[in-house]
C-alpha cells in the first residue's frame, strides 16, 4: 500500500476522494471497535447474534482439517466465534486473519491465542495479499474457509465487489465455503444515524484520516476547517461519508507531492457503505462463483449472514 500514490490519485479527481482503508491507523481501529458499541450503529451487534447463532452450523458443514481466512478481520470478535464453534466440534484448525490495520491485527491475534488449538498467523496486508499468503502452499485434505464480515464488501462498487468475490473464487476449491456479512437496505433515517450518530464519534472516526494526513505525509489540514457529513444517495442505495471543508483553504501535503485549494462547502470523498436487497447477495455471489447454502437474517437490524460454496467455475 503506498498512501502517498493514493492520495495523489484520489486528489487528482473531482470531488476528491481518499480510500476508506487509511480510516484504520491504531487510533481508527479504536474508534471502531467504540462504533460498533453505539445503538445507532447495529451492524456489529446483528451480525455477532447472527453468528452465534450460525457457528455451530457452519462448523458442523465442513469437514475437517479446516483453514478459516478473515479478511479484514478488525478486532477478532468474530473470527473467535468461528473458531470457538470449530473447537467444539474438535475440528483442527489453521487460522489467517488478514488486516491492513497493525493494531486491530495484533487485537486480534491476542484473542484467538486464547483458543486452545487455534494456530493463528497474521498478515498484514491488504485483502488481496494477505489471501494469497494465506491460501498458500495449496492445502492437502479439508476445506478452507473464508470470512469477509461486517459489510465490508459495501465499500466496494457493485461491479468491483463481484470483481473482488471472483478473486477470492479463484484462490479456493470447489466446495470450499465464503461466510459473507450483508447490510440490507433500510430507512433512511435508521442509516444516517448509524454514519453520522448523535455522538459524534462516527465523525471523529471521519476527521482522523485527516489527522493520518497531517502525521504521515506532513500535511497541515487544520481539523477544525472539515465537518463530517453522511448522506443517503437512493439512487445508487449507498451511504456516503463526506468531508467538507467549511471555509476557502490551501492544504499541502508535502510527502504525496499535492497541493489542493478548497472551495467553501467543497468535500473530500472518504467512503461508500452499499446496501443490499436479499436477491442482491444471492446474485452478486453466484457471479462470483459461489452458490448460497444457508443464510441467517436479522429482521431487526435488516442484516444478513450467507454461508455460500465454491462451484465449479
Ligand atoms: C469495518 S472494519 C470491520 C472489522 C470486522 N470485520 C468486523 O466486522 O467487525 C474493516 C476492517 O478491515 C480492514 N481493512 C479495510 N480495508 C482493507 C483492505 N483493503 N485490506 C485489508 N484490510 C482492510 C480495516 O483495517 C478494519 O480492521
Redo the contacts with the bound molecule.
Keep these: 500500500?503506498s498512501l502517498a500514490r493514493d492520495v495523489k490519485a484520489g486528489f487528482a479527481g473531482r470531488p476528491r476522494s481518499l480510500?476508506?482503508?487509511y480510516?484504520?491507523d491504531a487510533l481508527?481501529?479504536r474508534l471502531?471497535?467504540a462504533i460498533?458499541q453505539l445503538p445507532w450503529y447495529r451492524?456489529?451487534k446483528a451480525?455477532k447474534r447472527l453468528l452465534r447463532r450460525a457457528a455451530p452450523a457452519v462448523a458442523g458443514a465442513l469437514t475437517g482439517p479446516v483453514r478459516v481466512v478473515?479478511?479484514?478481520?478488525?478486532?477478532?470478535?468474530?473470527?473467535a466465534l468461528v473458531i470457538e464453534a470449530l473447537r467444539a466440534r474438535r475440528k483442527t484448525t489453521v487460522v489467517h486473519v488478514?488486516?491492513?490495520?497493525a493494531a486491530?491485527?495484533a487485537d486480534s491475534l491476542q484473542r484467538l491465542a486464547k483458543i486452545p488449538g487455534a494456530k493463528a498467523r497474521g498478515h498484514h496486508?491488504?485483502?488481496?495479499?494477505?489471501l494469497l499468503e494465506a491460501t498458500h502452499p495449496p492445502r492437502g485434505r479439508g476445506e478452507c474457509l473464508v470470512?469477509?464480515?461486517?459489510?465490508?464488501i459495501g465499500?466496494f462498487d457493485p461491479h468491483d465487489a463481484e470483481r473482488f468475490l471472483a478473486s477470492v473464487r479463484r484462490r479456493l476449491r470447489p466446495g470450499d465455503a465464503l461466510l459473507l456479512?450483508v447490510d440490507l437496505v433500510k430507512p433512511e433515517r435508521t442509516l444516517l444515524e448509524a454514519y453520522d450518530d448523535p455522538l459524534g464519534l462516527t465523525a471523529v472516526f471521519n476527521r482522523n484520516v485527516l489527522l493520518r494526513l497531517n502525521r504521515e505525509l506532513g500535511a497541515d489540514f487544520d481539523l477544525a476547517a472539515w465537518e463530517h457529513r453522511a448522506v443517503w444517495n437512493a439512487d445508487l442505495r449507498r451511504v456516503e461519508m463526506h468531508l467538507v471543508s467549511l471555509v476557502r483553504q490551501r492544504v499541502a501535503i508535502p510527502r504525496a507531492g499535492v497541493v489542493a485549494d478548497f472551495a467553501a462547502g467543497e468535500t473530500i470523498f472518504t467512503e461508500s457503505s452499499y446496501k443490499y436487497e436479499l436477491p442482491d447477495v444471492e446474485s452478486l455471489a453466484l457471479a462470483a462463483g459461489f452458490r448460497r447454502e444457508r443464510q441467517w437474517i436479522d429482521g431487526d437490524a435488516r442484516f444478513a449472514l450467507t454461508l455460500c460454496r465454491a462451484i465449479d467455475i
Excluded at 488478514?98 to 490495520?101: E, Y
Excluded at 496486508?125 to 494477505?130: H, I, L, M, R
Excluded at 470470512?147 to 465490508?152: I, K, P, T, V, W
Design positions: 500500500m480510500p476508506p482503508k480510516f484504520y481508527g481501529s471502531f471497535e460498533g451492524i456489529t451480525e478473515e479478511l479484514g478481520s478488525g478486532s477478532g470478535e468474530k473470527i488478514v488486516d491492513l490495520s486491530a491485527l496486508a491488504t485483502y488481496e495479499k494477505g470470512l469477509f464480515l461486517g459489510s465490508n465499500n456479512g
